[in-house]
């Protein structure tokens, strides 16, 4: 059940005839009091002789009352609670219940409180009310309500428990405003599928991914087309920035500019800038990182390997769990690789990551401060992605998206768990969302890689093929039978193959892969350990066909080749 408080107003005639109207598209049904601060309150919905100013004049009087100077500008409080939609319908009293409870939490009315606000439900829909209420006591005072969101978000946790209804996580301060219901109204006017502050959100999201300083950012910001307003110090530096779409206009014709801290906390200019800690230029890349076939690497796909390494790094300090600053940075960090790649992917893959990185922003934020230094690779990787340029989705960039992909999916679900320890349930809650389409996202990244390995694999000679059988059943014991029946089994012979020739130990890095992170709970172990092994053995991504050693040769450097692991810098962590 969501409650939602909506911006006070000054014309309570004007609410009242909305909620009691059709709607902006006829979904008003059967519009009618449920509850209100009287019994005897008129109700236009449902009494032929009670008109709106009857309701007006009745919820007004207290405000009337008191001397012009007075009366408060903004005296309309509303606030709409909603069930989910899989609740069940809820009877008029019922929802007239909630209403005296949220009414009573919030401050508006507390219970035995004879002088209180005055008030009324109004309900033109299943599944949800609307409470409109004035905001002068019938004493004339004002009411207290301070922290009435945060009173109505608890008390909705309880209506739920009481009542049997889907169990919304808790909320923690820590999210974004949600459009107003004005601006809602506004988008569908225009035939918007998202409001101008949603989509100001993406906007600048992706502008901070990887952004190294305020003069990076804010072109980022102009050149997606936005309008950005700046405003300086006296002393010439930065003091904060506004931004807004082109064709978002007021009704005088002017752009509707929003600061950054009102789109999402971490919008802020100097949440912002505590991003920007150390020197963004790329690191050198490590031996066991480099890939062996740099020609078969474009820039995008040297992008994601970094990434891919990036990711496997990160998810080592959440194993940790031992600095929940680092552990922030990182999941913050990681949002802005999501936003990256949503920025850079292939048409195929762009909605689904795109819904990943929205989903996951939620995700990003908690009351645990980041500490960015810790998370400089994850940034780095970002703005590599940014500034190598969007993937064709095929060949070699297009296999590295599916491996970084398969990467941040596990980074995403130790996210989750993360949140999940530390009882952030909306941002265990978020993370699990993006991991949904995450997978998706790789399905169709990985369909036209795996079935180029495929091809290859079933190509091997039937010796070979039984010698790798010998290898898996001797690496992986508990997994061996689940692995030899996968339909993923050839692009994992083919891969076998690939690092044998390459000089390793198939068996030992098939160990290591293995060790690297549990595969339980993998749609497909035979595509985790192809992407793994391809990592940690510096193989290109994309493998198209080609001449096949012969299978004597394979075998005979097999059993010559020395049982080492990899280098260290390029393991995966461990659980």
């Not at 290591?512 to 992407?531: F, G, K, M, P, Q």
Request: glycine share 4%; net charge neutral; charged share 25%.
């Amino acid at each position: 059940m969501i409650p939602s408080i909506h911006d006070r107003g000054s014309e309570t005639i004007g609410l009242i005839s909305y909620l009691y109207g059709p709607g902006t598209k006829e979904e008003h049904i059967d519009p009618h009091l449920v509850a209100a601060f009287d019994p005897l309150t008129p109700d236009p919905g449902r009494d032929p002789k009670a008109t709106y100013e009857h309701l007006q004049r009745l919820l007004d009087q207290p405000v009337t009352a008191l001397p012009a100077i007075k009366r408060p500008e903004k005296h309309v409080w509303h606030l709409s609670v909603r069930a989910a939609p899989e609740d069940p319908i809820l009877s008029d009293e019922d929802w007239a219940a909630i209403a005296r409870r949220m009414v009573a939490t919030t401050g508006i009315a507390p219970d035995g409180d004879e002088a209180a606000c005055r008030w009324a439900a109004v309900r033109h829909a299943d599944d949800h009310i609307h409470i409109i209420a004035t905001l002068v006591r019938d004493d004339g005072r004002r009411p207290r309500l301070h922290n009435e969101a945060r009173r109505a978000q608890a008390e909705c946790r309880r209506i739920e428990a009481d009542y049997g209804l889907r169990r919304v996580p808790a909320g923690d301060g820590t999210a974004a405003k949600r459009p107003t219901s004005a601006e809602r109204h506004k988008a569908e006017r225009e035939g918007r599928h998202r409001t101008a502050r949603e989509e100001l959100r993406e906007t600048v999201r992706r502008a901070v991914a990887g952004a190294s300083s305020e003069d990076e950012f804010l072109d980022r910001l102009k050149g997606a087309g936005l309008l950005v307003h700046t405003k300086m110090l006296p002393s010439g530096d930065l003091q904060g920035y506004k931004v807004a779409l082109p064709d978002d206009r007021n009704s005088d014709k002017e752009p509707v500019y929003y600061a950054g801290s009102t789109l999402a906390p971490d919008l802020s200019l100097p949440r912002i800038r505590k991003r920007f800690t150390t020197d963004p230029a790329p690191r050198d890349t490590t031996d066991s990182e480099r890939p062996e076939h740099p020609t078969a690497s474009s820039a995008p796909a040297s992008a994601r390997r970094t990434a891919t390494h990036a990711a496997w790094a990160a998810l080592l300090v959440l194993d940790a769990n031992s600095d929940d600053g680092a552990a922030a940075a990182q999941i913050a960090a990681t949002s802005e690789v999501l936003d990256a790649l949503a920025k850079t992917s292939a048409l195929h893959t762009r909605n689904e990551l795109r819904q990943a990185a929205w989903e996951f922003e939620r995700a990003s934020r908690s009351h645990t401060r980041a500490e960015f230094r810790h998370a400089q690779d994850l940034r780095r990787a970002a703005r590599d992605l940014v500034h190598r340029g969007p993937a064709l989705g095929r060949g070699e960039d297009g296999a590295s998206t599916a491996m970084v992909l398969d990467a941040l999916i596990f980074l995403i679900i130790a996210t989750a768990h993360w949140h999940a320890q530390r009882q952030h349930a909306q941002q265990a809650e978020a993370a699990r969302r993006a991991a949904v389409h995450l997978r998706a996202a790789y399905q169709q990244a990985a369909v036209a890689p795996l079935t180029v390995l495929r091809e290859r694999g079933r190509r091997i000679a039937p010796s070979l093929r039984r010698h790798y059988v010998g290898t898996v059943r001797a690496a992986l014991p508990d997994h061996a039978e689940t692995i030899l029946t996968d339909p993923g089994w050839d692009a994992l012979a083919a891969t076998l193959t690939d690092v044998t020739q390459a000089g390793h130990n198939a068996q030992a890095l098939l160990t290591e892969a293995a060790a690297n992170r549990e595969l339980d709970t993998a749609d497909s172990i035979s595509d985790v350990l192809v992407w793994r092994l391809r990592r940690t053995a510096g193989l290109p991504a994309y493998a198209p066909a080609a001449e096949l050693t012969p299978a004597s040769s394979i075998t005979n450097r097999h059993a010559r080749a020395p049982h080492f692991a990899t280098p260290s810098a390029s393991r995966a962590p461990r659980r």
